[in-house]
């Protein structure tokens, strides 16, 4: 037996070791374990692949991004697979983006005629400096090994097994878009396993990918039997709020195929920049990866991937040991339903049998409310008083600083500190029932919103069941000492499940959701308060994670300037404007440094040069711009094929050549413009929702060209009203700005890296045409 003076220290290890347990058991080891086994994924061999792939940038029509693609095609030929080449103009309507992909193909042969197992992710890495390492070269060498391990079987699958290495999934997603759009495999297609990156660590989650209902889906995947599944049915809402979808979107969007999406997030500073690196790939991730796909790999190949529609959804989240846990969706309103009840005989029966008073519960809502409003208040207010502070963090463009799992600390830290402050009288003057009723309250209604509109989320239901079993417990004769220790144990699921989404928020979303981790931190505080009632010392805990809040603040702040491994990203563009014969030194950071000082100076102006300039897909714009000296660049031919009017419509054709060999051709609409059709080198934009040609642009971007070849042409072929006004800005783009005699530039230092997501390093002709 425990003597009773350490069951507090004991129901203290109790919960911190289910937090950590809730983290641990997410991923497998990182250590790298030689295998002499064929028939076993192994993780040096897929890390030997990802450092030969990911030597330099790669994006979609550099030099790199052949040796990587004839790399590849190599390797899957050593393996005895025939691989094809799928060569495709592709368009993306949502992403304004075009291309010229290259796709590489292979399929390995089943014994029987049912639907195929693809599986897919992505050779190119991001524009124009990502080494493209996690994102998604690790899907690419995860897919490569387990495909040798599988052959090495040397076991016919059921099923065909088709492998799609995607290009250009960076510009727009555009190689699935060419596969399911163009080849004759994609109708084979029965079922898609993807594996991405939005981070370079972490654990991988499952991300389901349907039109229809989940069921068979959820029920297949446990049946695979997947090491470590990190999934639940409130992921994919989440990942619906990303500014960003995935090849398999494709797939789903267009050909109602669906599929799984395996990714880590974690580490997000790192995406889509330079440091997204071999070197900072977590090993961690990598075998999480591989476990997903040796455990799918083997159970899809032969299972029947006709028969995975359903119109019913389950709720679904990942429990150690256990796999998958799930019920309908159905289930979720009669649960909520029934607790909603009980909460109220609880209430009346309580107050009847004199367990609760009316007082106690109305002032046991004073501290939970109090901990609540501050807590979210100094998250909130503490996050944009710290961006003013640190006005740096504003070009990391992600939304999640290097020292940002310190914040996370931190405002966690705050948050239980100013829990136990509030509380700490509260704990002596009344009882955990009467204490017990605020957070149950809560834990309540905020389930009667998940109930009507948001039913994924239906597993928040637990903790309101658990804290109804610690309510019956209460009203027996158990000794108080043996009720602290038999309610830690009762909160070990709830800590274990609800722990890392406190962590997941902040790193999936930004640091803007501390304010969410903040609350979620006081409703898990409020679900233990049973416990923590018990405690002796609360003005001592309140102190104590004062001092954790202090310290992991000092640390972000240490922590918060830039290094070698944490590099400040920058940006400059050297824009020439024909028409007005002007140049302007232009910039995406919110503040100047060494390395854009050379260029922009001390006479700096703050904003664009033109109130219409491409911008990323977090809407970032150009924050400070200069003239500059007209340099002598080769202007893009742009020329009229065609103007036609055709009864009240006008067709129109353009075509422009680049005799400099730019990377990218942009075309910017400064009025809404309105096309009728619309089409880039004889492909047509797709509207998807009623099968014609319709496409507009408000303000801003119409289409992105990508130039894969020396001598590739863009025509563009559109009909609008014949009335429709037309004034396009023409932005032709090469990433030449170092290579470029004409310039005398002082490198970056080794601290900084190019800024990413906005378009950088580059030389830009801008040619406005009005018709």
């Known amino acids: 037996m425990i003597p009773k003076k350490y069951y507090q220290t004991v129901s203290l290890l109790i919960i911190i070791g289910s937090i950590f347990y809730g983290f641990y058991s997410l991923t497998p080891s990182a250590k790298i374990e030689k295998t002499s086994s064929l028939t076993e994924f192994s993780a040096d061999k897929a890390l030997l692949q990802l450092k030969e792939i990911t030597k330099k940038p790669h994006f979609t029509g550099s030099e790199e991004h052949e040796d990587v693609r004839n790399h590849l095609v190599s390797e899957l030929e050593k393996l005895g697979l025939q691989v094809e080449i799928q060569q495709q103009m592709a368009v993306n309507q949502k992403w304004r983006a075009a291309t010229n992909t290259k796709n590489i193909l292979a399929r390995i042969k089943g014994s029987g005629n049912g639907k195929a197992l693809l599986l897919l992710s992505h050779y190119d890495s991001n524009p124009h400096s990502s080494l493209g390492a996690s994102d998604a070269g690790s899907g690419v060498v995860v897919i490569l090994e387990g495909v040798r391990a599988f052959l090495a079987k040397k076991e016919i699958p059921k099923n065909d097994i088709i492998i799609c290495i995607s290009d250009a999934e960076e510009l727009g997603l555009l190689g699935a878009n060419a596969f399911v759009n163009h080849h004759p495999w994609a109708k084979d297609v029965g079922l898609v396993l993807n594996f991405e990156a939005r981070g370079s660590g972490g654990p991988s989650y499952m991300l389901l990918e349907t039109n229809g209902g989940n069921k068979k889906l959820i029920e297949a995947f446990q049946q695979a039997n997947t090491d470590y599944p990190v999934a639940t049915s409130l992921m994919y809402s989440i990942y619906k709020m990303l500014p960003n979808d995935t090849d398999l979107t494709v797939f789903r969007e267009g050909a109602n195929i669906d599929g799984y999406n395996f990714a880590f997030i974690d580490d997000h500073f790192d995406y889509h920049t330079v440091q997204d690196s071999y070197e900072r790939t977590d090993i961690n991730s990598l075998n999480h990866q591989a476990s997903y796909l040796m455990a799918t790999l083997s159970y899809f190949a032969n299972a029947d991937l006709g028969n995975l529609k359903s119109e019913t959804d389950y709720v679904y989240f990942n429990f150690p040991y256990i796999g998958l846990v799930f019920y309908p969706f159905s289930w979720v309103i009669p649960i909520f339903a029934v607790c909603a009840v009980l909460f109220f005989v609880m209430l009346f029966m309580g107050v009847l049998k004199k367990k609760l008073t009316v007082k106690g519960i109305t ?194 702040s240490v922590n918060s300037s ?210």
Request: with cysteine.
């Open 363 to 556: 002032r046991g809502f004073y501290p939970f409310m109090a901990s609540m409003l501050t807590s979210a208040a100094l998250a909130f207010f503490g996050w944009k008083l710290l961006l003013k502070i640190h006005p740096q963090y504003n070009d990391i463009l992600q939304g999640f600083t290097y020292n940002g799992y310190y914040y996370i600390a931190a405002f966690v830290s705050f948050t239980l500190a100013i829990c136990f402050w509030f509380y700490k009288s509260y704990f002596i003057k009344r009882t955990k029932q009467d204490l017990s009723v605020a957070p149950l309250f809560f834990w309540l209604a905020i389930n009667g919103f998940v109930a009507f509109y948001l039913p994924g989320a239906g597993f928040f239901i637990l903790p309101v069941l658990i804290l109804f079993g610690i309510f019956f417990i209460a009203k027996f004769s158990i000794s108080k000492v043996n009720m602290l220790l038999l309610f830690t144990v009762f909160s070990i699921p709830v800590l274990i499940i609800f722990a890392p989404l406190v962590k997941m928020l902040p790193v999936g979303l930004g640091l803007k959701m501390l304010v969410v981790s903040s609350v979620f931190t006081v409703l898990l505080f409020g679900f233990l308060v049973p416990v923590f009632q018990q405690y002796k010392d609360h003005k001592k805990l309140s102190f104590v994670f004062l001092f954790i809040g202090f310290m992991a603040l000092i640390s972000a």
């Open 562 to 771: 830039y290094t070698v491994d944490r590099k400040k990203p920058n940006s400059v563009l050297y824009v020439f404007d024909s028409n007005k014969n002007e140049a302007y030194w232009a910039s995406y950071n919110a503040e100047t440094d060494d390395f854009t000082k050379q260029f922009l100076g001390e006479n700096l102006t703050k904003g664009s040069y033109d109130g219409n300039t491409t911008a990323s897909k977090y809407k970032t714009s150009i924050q400070f711009h200069t003239k500059a000296v007209v340099i002598n660049m080769q202007k893009p031919l742009i020329s009229i094929v065609s103007d036609t009017i055709i009864g009240t419509d006008r067709k129109l054709t353009l075509r422009i050549e680049s005799p400099r060999n730019a990377n990218k051709i942009e075309l910017l609409t400064k009025t809404p413009i309105y096309f009728k059709s619309f089409m880039v080198n004889k492909e047509p934009v797709r509207n998807d929702r009623n099968g014609k040609y319709v496409f507009s642009a408000e303000k801003g971007t119409i289409m992105n060209f990508y130039r894969t070849s020396k001598d590739e042409i863009l025509e563009i072929e559109f009909m609008v009203d014949k009335n429709q006004v037309i004034d396009i800005d023409v932005l032709e783009a090469k990433y030449d700005l170092f290579t470029n005699p004409q310039f005398k530039i002082t490198p970056r230092t080794e601290m900084m890296m190019p800024m990413p997501f906005v378009l950088n390093d580059a030389t830009v002709i801008k040619t406005n045409l009005k018709f």
